[in-house]
């Protein structure tokens, strides 16, 4: 690795370790960041929106970075930091049961309301139809991020590794949503 990179990975350690809310905050919103361009990019469009793109650094670091913190901290807690087969299969079920569907109905009504300056009626409409779609979806592929969140990442590094991958999510809700604007107009 070279020398720029390594230093840079020692600092941004120090600050997880010093300022773990803060760092994951900001981690979480940089990463929104990189999902939304690549989406915007991917979906064709030629000017980035910035307004949109700074309303998902808002809700990373505002929510996604802090939630991830203070549920894995609870998680741990609740469970004793135990990584034996059975404890992490309890942690991903109550992951899945519990932050899955909260987390994607609250994306969906942010992007709707907030991203989207939609009415009520219409987000809402939206949420009945896509909602169970986006969280089946949701429900074959984060189980298994879980698992090997809860298995192998240390509590320290796992809302960052959530974060990497929910980057990808990102690009497939924001492409989700993208293609069902799409459809209606």
Not at 95 to 105: A, D, I
């Amino acid at each position: 690795m070279g020398s720029l990179a390594k230093k840079g990975l020692q600092n941004y350690l120090i600050q997880l370790q010093q300022h773990p809310l803060r760092t994951k905050a900001i981690t979480a919103a940089v990463l929104s960041a990189l999902s939304d361009i690549v989406a915007q990019k991917i979906t064709g469009i030629k000017r980035l929106q910035m307004r949109r793109l700074l309303l998902k650094v808002l809700f990373g670091f505002a929510y996604l970075g802090p939630f991830g913190h203070f549920l894995h901290l609870l998680l741990d807690k609740l469970f004793k930091g135990k990584k034996d087969t059975a404890t992490v299969a309890k942690k991903v079920v109550l992951e899945q049961v519990t932050s899955s569907p909260w987390n994607n109905l609250l994306f969906m009504i942010y992007y709707g309301l907030v991203i989207e300056s939609r009415p009520w009626i219409q987000v809402k409409s939206n949420i009945k139809r896509e909602y169970p779609k986006v969280q089946y979806t949701s429900w074959t592929f984060w189980p298994v991020v879980g698992w090997i969140n809860h298995q192998y990442v240390p509590l320290q590094f796992r809302v960052i590794f959530h974060s990497i991958v929910a980057c990808g999510w990102g690009i497939f809700l924001n492409l989700r949503a993208r293609s069902l604007a799409l459809k209606k107009a």
